[in-house]
């Protein structure tokens, strides 16, 4: 089956710092990635479309400037989180898509970044 | 606009015992429904997903799920639930006027007592 690795799996830093967040298919091409984000005990929030060759497409409240979105090839989508403060805390999941028939391919989930700010 | 709406944040159920958790879904054409599994501190893994073609569908480790498009339903469900199968439970949808992007359900947390 399809995977979705993502790095680092936990990271831990200091408020005012930035982390990336790597999210690669390993055996099959991701012409689009999706980043969300979980908090304890609750359902998972999208942030980003990220379509590879061009710009995130970001959901309404999530500020582009702070996460960092690139997906420079069909196997790669990396998320930065720019000078990171302690809210920014969270578990932070990818998932990579097929070209196709828009909803019906299935979106594969990374197993997820733990961040934790300082 | 697409929702999902998942009844019950807590089921528990005893070993052995049939599992159902329910999920009902809002969408404004014939949707995409997925069903995933997510344990502890891990990403989630597709059980099963209904794209219009058999209404009943089965998915991994004796899950199915039938699409009741009068009740605008998509409730999953295990004749014996394993201890293994406690675990968090997401329903999603998608449909094409929204890029493909999917509508996580809150969750429901499922419980399996020995």
């Known amino acids: 089956g399809a995977v979705v690795s993502q790095h680092p799996s936990r990271v831990i830093c200091k408020s005012g710092t930035s982390v990336k967040i790597e999210c690669r298919s390993l055996d099959f091409q991701a012409t689009t990635m999706f980043w969300y984000r979980q908090f304890p005990k609750q359902s998972l929030m999208l942030m980003a479309t990220?379509?590879?060759?061009?710009?995130?497409?970001?959901e309404q409240g999530v500020e582009k400037d702070k996460f960092l979105i690139n997906h420079a090839s069909l196997t790669l989508s990396t998320l930065t989180v720019t000078s990171a403060h302690p809210e920014d805390s969270s578990f932070y999941i990818c998932?990579?898509?097929?070209?196709?028939?828009?909803?019906?391919?299935?979106?594969?989930f990374g197993p997820g970044t733990r961040l934790l700010v300082l | 606009a697409q929702s999902v709406t998942q009844l019950g944040s807590h089921v528990s159920v005893s070993e052995g015992a049939l599992v159902l958790l329910r999920c009902n879904y809002s969408s404004s054409v014939p949707p995409y429904l997925f069903w995933y599994v997510q344990y502890p501190n891990q990403g989630l893994q597709l059980l099963l997903k209904?794209?219009?073609?058999?209404?009943l569908v089965k998915g991994i480790n004796g899950f199915e799920a039938e699409f009741k498009k009068s009740e605008t339903s998509f409730h999953l469900t295990k004749p014996s639930a394993h201890m293994s199968d406690a675990a968090e439970y997401f329903c999603a949808v998608t449909d094409n006027t929204n890029a493909g992007k999917s509508t996580f359900g809150d969750g429901t947390t499922l419980t399996v007592k020995p």
């Open positions: 998932s990579a898509r097929t070209q196709g028939l828009a909803g019906g391919e299935t979106q594969y």
């Open positions: 990220s379509n590879e060759g061009s710009k995130a497409t970001y």
């Open positions: 209904y794209t219009s073609a058999a209404t």
